[in-house]
């Protein structure tokens, strides 16, 4: 059975994955850190939904990457139940 690493070159190779893969690169990147800073400070996706007003089945769509394109609130609104501020930048 390959790794993951050895497979993800593997099907990288293909241009089309690559280019798909990258493009939600960015998704991927916000919804990781929303669930390191969620482990970090030892909250469930139940208590976060709650301190959002939202349901943990909506935070948890938005952590598997199912839900697309959150919106500029729901963000907000996670940054505030983890008691800190969406920074958006450019680079």
């Not at 593997?10 to 850190?33: F, N, P, R, W």
């Not at 996706?45 to 939202?54: F, P």
Request: hydrophobic share 35%; no cysteine.
């Amino acid at each position: 059975m390959k790794n993951w690493k050895k497979l993800k070159k593997e099907i990288l190779k293909d241009s089309a994955v690559k280019e798909a893969y990258e493009a939600l690169g960015v998704e991927y990147q916000i919804i990781k850190e929303v669930i390191r800073l969620r482990n970090k400070n030892k909250i469930t996706q139940n208590e976060l939904a709650n301190k959002m007003g939202t349901s943990q089945s909506a935070l948890s769509r938005f952590e598997s990457g199912s839900m697309k394109n959150p919106s500029l609130d729901f963000l907000k609104r996670i940054a505030e139940g983890l008691n800190m501020k969406l920074n958006i930048s450019f680079k």
